[in-house]
């Protein structure tokens, strides 16, 4: 294998869903609705594949854990404040990660007519 060559992996939890009470408004705390969420975790995983141990990996079943607490743990008024505090604790949980970017997706939303979603994205990279 050349050693010199750049390479790049990540793993992606794509469309995890969660019922959540965020909002601006009084009534979307109090009725919840419907989110989404993608996290793209960017590191190096190649002396995982090479052992096949997860300990040298990013285990997404405590991603996943992380993101729904974040999720259903506490309200926040934008669904930017959930994208950065997702983000930010997936890094700090997991030293492996070069890099980390998160997508909150927004549904039903009150705008008083048809939109599929809002989405907020935070993208953390390691210097």
Known sequence: MNMSAHHKSC???VNAEFYAWHGVHSEEQRLGGRYEV????????RPAAAT???SRTVDYSKA???IGNIMTGRKASLIETLAFDIATELMESFTVLEGVT???RKKNLP???LCDHAEAEYRIDKP
């Open 102 to 104: 998160v997508r909150v």
């Open 64 to 66: 996943y854990k992380i």
């Open 111 to 113: 705008l008083g007519g």
């Open 52 to 54: 096949d141990d997860i």
């Open 11 to 13: 793993i992606r939890l």
């Open 38 to 45: 993608d996290a793209e975790l960017r590191f190096d995983f």
